[in-house]
């Protein structure tokens, strides 16, 4: 949805979905009839993306024309595209050479994983521009950063405390940022870092082009979105859709103290190739994950108190398959882009219900089917009623019947088979629900 009048290239491609000739004219041309310009075409072949999603299909052409953003959507909607398209293509055609500590643009990021996967999108999207950019995060040494800073930077990607950091050192000038990108505003602000993202942009000049993603909008979002944009567009991606329509949600009533059985229950599913699950602390992220490891399931944790080298680590050997189960803290999950995870558990409710959204939102990516399943013992009734509430949905409760706590259950080796068709997993999860309905009540 647009919160002002549709124009341009947008009302152009939308005129055309209203005819059956017309609509063959925008498949053929996608990304150029929004306005996106040869170079950056290119690289979209390359790396396959063909159709706009519904965000960069609203979102582009007005920001072309150097419009502020509103852009309500989460991970996995396409955001980091439908701001990165725009601003490379700005920056490529002003053509004016970035000069040494004074980036010509700047993307916040709450976490370091987010500002890795920007980082990594704009040097695919933007491989035949020509242009400069880099991250500065913490957790890594300073110096490669200085450099990098000082060689002159046409997109800065960076966390908030490093930034402020090495401009408090003179090593970076903010005073000739053009745009502004503030991407998962609601969890900057989760985070504690309200002053200083109101101290960054106290120092990029008013006249710049602003963008601000958030996934929910609290009214902290609202004022900070107030302060920062000036007569934006709005565009939302409804995150409720995406967690009714596409993702097999179902509850388990369980015991506090049978969570960790429970849970790896339910991992032993063969339908399980792949899964995050979610904790509410660093502490108990370790504690499941060591207890998984100690019962023969391959998993990695995932959480802040890692070192950015353990974070890496654990990502890769998940993406490779050689631990198939990520225990993760809200925080840490936020922003990794991992397709084919075919469950996510929530080992526990999250405080606030739209974490839920996030957190389901890791699987039934790219048109794939996947499955949440909520791990709740008594005393986080009222936290599912506050989760039911947000997504106006609930969840179907299962009853699984536990093994008896001497028996011993099936080691499981990690599949390597991780992507299967949408199909396949549908029928696969539809069989799954036929078994446990077979099965009594625990
Ligand atoms: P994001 O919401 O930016 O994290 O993007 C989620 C995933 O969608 C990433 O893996 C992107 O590479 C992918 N993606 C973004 N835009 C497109 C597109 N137009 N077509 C296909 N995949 C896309």
């Known amino acids: 949805m647009i919160g002002q009048e549709t124009t341009g290239a947008a009302a152009a491609a939308a005129a055309a979905i209203a005819g059956k000739r017309r609509l063959t004219i925008l498949i053929e041309n996608d990304f150029e009839s929004l306005g996106v310009g040869g170079k950056l075409r290119r690289a979209l072949r390359d790396v396959g993306y063909i159709q706009p999603t519904p965000i960069q299909f609203q979102a582009i052409p007005h920001l072309l024309q150097g419009k502020d953003l509103l852009g309500i959507a989460q991970t996995g909607t396409g955001k980091t595209a439908a701001f990165a398209l725009p601003l490379l293509q700005r920056l490529d055609d002003e053509n004016s050479p970035a000069r040494p500590r004074r980036p010509r643009s700047l993307v916040l990021a709450p976490t370091r994983e987010l500002a890795l996967q920007i980082h990594e999108e704009l040097t695919s999207l933007g491989r035949y521009t020509g242009l400069r950019h880099a991250f500065i995060i913490g957790g890594v040494g300073q110096n490669p950063q200085v450099r990098a800073l000082a060689q002159g930077l046409d997109v800065l990607v960076a966390t908030p405390g490093r930034l402020l950091d090495l401009a408090a050192q003179r090593h970076l000038d903010l005073s000739e940022v053009s745009v502004l990108v503030l991407d998962e505003a609601d969890r900057l602000l989760d985070m504690g870092f309200v002053r200083d993202v109101k101290r960054i942009v106290a120092q990029t000049p008013e006249t710049r082009q602003s963008l601000l993603f958030s996934a929910t909008m609290p009214q902290e979002v609202v004022t900070l979105a107030r302060e920062i944009l000036d007569d934006p567009i709005r565009v939302d991606v409804s995150p409720r859709q995406i967690t009714v329509k596409e993702i097999d949600q179902r509850v388990v009533m ?52 890692k070192s950015q080298n353990a974070r890496q680590r654990a990502l890769r050997n998940f993406k490779t398959g050689d631990a198939w189960v990520l225990v993760a803290t809200d925080i840490a999950a936020r922003g990794i882009d991992i397709d084919a995870v075919s469950h996510v558990f929530n080992y526990e409710l999250p405080h606030e219900p739209e974490s839920y959204v996030h957190r389901i939102g890791r699987t039934g990516r790219a048109g794939a089917t996947g499955a949440a399943w909520s791990l709740v013992d008594p005393s986080e009734r009222n936290r599912l009623l506050a989760v039911e509430r947000l997504i106006r949905f609930s969840p179907e409760e299962m009853a699984v019947e536990l093994p008896p706590r001497d028996s011993a259950e099936p080691r499981r080796r990690p599949s390597r088979d991780f992507v299967r068709s949408p199909r396949d997993q549908r029928s696969g999860t539809r069989r799954r629900e036929r078994r446990r309905r077979r099965q009594p009540a625990a």
């Open 254 to 305: 369980v015991g506090n103290g049978d969570k960790q059985r429970m849970l790896e229950h339910l991992l032993r599913d063969d339908e399980v190739s792949r899964a995050i699950v979610f904790t509410r602390t660093k502490h108990g992220a370790n504690k499941v994950a060591r207890k998984l490891e100690g019962a023969g399931i391959g998993a990695e944790a995932i959480h802040g108190n």
